[in-house]
């Protein structure tokens, strides 16, 4: 759990006016409820060393098994499954590109879906911080490709992907 510091902002784009007068949307900014944060009830806001402190049993019930721990009054890597669900299957009927900012354990459950891997198999899928991750559908599952956002530098530790 934690909260981000900078949410992602909608970045305008310049309007574009096709020769027929119409204008063209590059890009329609939409929030789905659904891919908001893991719910962690009663450790909501908490860093995982607090919960540790607070919580030892939590700590130690979620380190045994992430898939199915929930959170006490929150939520487990299997109700997200359950709430993105529709999201995901609305998104492959989709035409033109998306994308998708989100949190780690969201982006896990889609990803783990999308590369076609395991619903048990979601918590250990490898999301990096300051990576754009690009899906494209093939004929047999998804081609992938990784971005760094962010350049690397040598002597410089960024945050490492939670989990």
């Known amino acids: 759990p934690g909260r981000t510091i900078r949410p992602p902002r909608h970045i305008s784009h310049e309007k574009v006016v096709l020769p027929n007068g119409l204008e063209w949307v ?7 409820r659904n891919l908001d944060e893991i719910y962690a009830g009663l450790c909501d806001g908490m860093t995982y060393e607090e919960i540790a ?11 045994a098994d992430k898939f199915e721990y929930r959170y006490p009054r929150g939520e487990s890597y299997s109700d997200l499954i359950a709430r993105l669900e529709p999201l995901a ?23 783990t879906y999308l590369m076609e891997g395991t619903r048990t198999s979601c918590p250990e899928a490898t999301i990096p911080l300051n990576t754009v991750i690009k899906l494209t559908p093939t004929a047999v599952g998804c081609r992938e490709e990784r ?16 989990h």
């Open 147 to 162: 971005f760094d956002v962010v350049p690397k530098r040598p002597g410089v530790e960024l945050d490492p992907a939670s």
């Open 53 to 63: 402190g607070q919580f030892p049993e939590e700590a130690l019930a979620r380190k």
């Open 26 to 32: 590059q890009m329609r900014p939409k929030r789905w």
């Open 89 to 111: 299957h609305e998104m492959e009927r989709l035409q033109q590109p998306l994308v998708i900012v989100a949190h780690q354990a969201i982006l896990r459950v889609l990803y």
